[in-house]
């Protein structure tokens, strides 16, 4: 059951707890509405550094839990996701509960606060414990946000609306690959558009080859189950513009014949992850109304070797015409999403994301929680660039250098899908990339590290991560259309 989140001017009576804020050093709020046991919180090691908690029974039988907000300086919408976060967890065994940190805001816009106070406690509060006979999901079924006025409101509503979507794309990629294949995967974005009202059109695996996308078809063939192109439409009256959202969406990464080793495979069912982010987001345009149509294409395939295997050698046909060699049958993510790029082009975009899982060279540079961003257009990037940051995920720009562009000519074809040796995977694979998005301003995000979590964190937990959702909703919702120059 989804974490009700609801605003109210003032402290329910009935809640169970109530979380308020508490600045480094243990200061309090003048305003409070709730006298805290500063004493109490020294004994008990609560300093009020941001992410802390600490309970406090109080006399009716209720809870107070202090939470450390940092610095009154360096408040930041950050802090209020980590304070909802670690409300969350201190609240676990509750079922109604509210936050009062909103008087803590200072000069911070209290729509964003209320926005990221929801998102940092429904995110935190997630687990998949769908196989699970002995879990201890969160009892937490009510939170209110208190707190007046429309913009609490409409922040409170988006951030649990945004924070619904991040743990549909956690859910997706946590399914196992077993269960979550490219059929269901296609039948799960009829469902999401049926509900939310998008449109949905999906190609079955005699379609793909009809349309001539030769990348998805040729990693497809060595797999006993059938690839999917999935395409969702989102179209506002009065959209400014279009932008394509595009997600690989590997299933499972076996590598195929140039085969992982048994440890190099244990996490690939996370391959999806650029797929799952996308249709996610696709799942919350519609509730969050942003004035820009949008494109969701998702290429969806297991990656397996077989006796139809595509064999390292191989030459493959873009939709758009391009001819690739296959040397590495692991470097897979890029042939279908080549496809996908193709079709965006041919729709026409004013200008195109892509999310994958794409290599793991990208994590040797930039480690696990930070994505890299490529792209063919500075301003785009840019962009892209800021509403990661404002929507709390770490990217890093890389370059795509014309003089690496040699690294991938080919002997036989067009050009070949690796660079030769393991040295800047990261940016072989988005120069291959480039060669199919022509000049419509594209940004290319690789999210090999970030879209899974090694470890609990603030409000991430182990396992899917939902990574790129809340940067694509905060992208999609400033958008600015970009201008076609190349950079
Ligand atoms: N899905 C992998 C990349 C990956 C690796 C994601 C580890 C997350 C964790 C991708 O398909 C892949 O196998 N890439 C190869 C490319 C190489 C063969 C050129 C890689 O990074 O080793
Ligand atoms: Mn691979
Ligand atoms: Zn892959």
């Known amino acids: 059951m989804p974490i009700e989140v609801s605003v109210s001017p003032q402290v329910p009576d009935d809640v169970e707890v109530l979380g308020v804020p508490v600045f480094a050093g243990r200061r309090t709020l003048d305003n409070s509405a709730v006298e805290l046991d500063v004493s109490y919180l020294a004994e008990r090691g609560f300093e009020g550094k941001v992410g802390e908690a600490c309970a406090v029974p109080a006399d009716d039988g209720s809870t107070v839990v202090a939470l450390g907000m940092g610095e009154p300086d360096d408040v930041s919408a950050e802090t209020f996701r980590r304070a909802g976060a670690a409300f969350a967890k201190a609240a676990w065994n509750d079922t109604t509960a509210a936050i009062a940190v909103l008087d803590a805001a200072g000069e911070l816009d209290r729509g964003v606060v209320a926005e990221s106070l929801a998102e940092g406690a429904v995110l935190a509060a997630y687990r998949f414990t769908k196989y699970k006979n002995q879990a201890k999901p969160s009892k937490l079924e009510s939170l ?18 945004i924070a619904a979507a991040v743990s549909l794309a956690r859910d997706l990629v946590n399914e196992p690959a077993g269960a979550m294949t ?3 995967l296609a039948e799960v974005a009829i469902e999401v558009g049926e509900r939310e009202g998008l449109a949905v059109t999906v190609l079955d695996e005699v379609a793909i080859a009809n349309e001539g996308l030769g990348g998805l078809q040729g990693v497809a063939q060595g797999s006993a189950q059938p690839p999917r192109l999935i395409e969702l439409v989102y179209e506002p009256p009065g959209a400014r513009g279009t932008v394509a959202l595009v997600g690989k969406g590997i299933t499972f990464d076996s590598g195929g014949l140039s085969i992982k080793t048994a440890d190099g495979m244990e996490t690939m069912k ?13 799942s919350v345009l519609p509730a969050l109304a ?3 149509k949008v494109i969701g294409i998702l290429p969806t395939t297991e990656n397996m070797p077989s006796g139809t295997a595509i064999k390292p050698g191989d030459v493959l046909k873009i939709r758009n015409g391009k001819t690739v060699e296959v040397l590495n049958t692991d470097a897979e993510g890029r042939l279908v999403l080549a496809d996908g790029l193709s079709l965006a ?3 026409g975009v004013d200008a195109i994301v892509d999310l994958a899982t794409l290599t793991g060279a990208c994590m040797v540079a930039l480690g696990r929680k930070i994505a890299g961003l490529m792209g063919n257009n500075d301003a785009w990037s840019e962009q892209v660039g800021d509403a990661a940051e404002r929507a709390g995920e770490k990217v890093w720009p890389l370059p795509l250098p014309d003089d690496y562009r040699k690294l991938i000519d080919s002997e036989v074809a067009d050009i070949r899908n690796t660079g030769g040796d393991r040295y ?12 199919f998005v022509g000049d419509v301003p594209w940004a290319h995000l690789d999210i090999a590290g970030p879209a899974r979590s090694e470890e609990d ?6 396992g899917a991560s939902g990574f790129g959702v809340r940067t694509l909703v905060e992208l999609l919702t400033r958008y600015r259309k970009p201008a076609r120059v190349r950079s």
Do not use: C, H, I
Request: charge should be positive.
């Open 457 to 462: 964190n603030a409000y991430t937990p182990k």
């Open 290 to 292: 942003p004035k820009v």
């Open 424 to 435: 800047g995977g990261a940016l072989t694979a988005g120069l291959f990339l480039k060669e």
């Open 182 to 184: 490219p059929t269901r």
């Open 144 to 161: 209110v946000v208190v707190g007046r006025g429309a913009k609490v409101q409409t922040g409170a509503d988006r951030g649990a609306r």
């Open 345 to 347: 082009v041919e729709a």
């Open 270 to 282: 996370t391959d999806m992850s650029g797929a799952a982010a996308v249709l996610a987001t696709m």
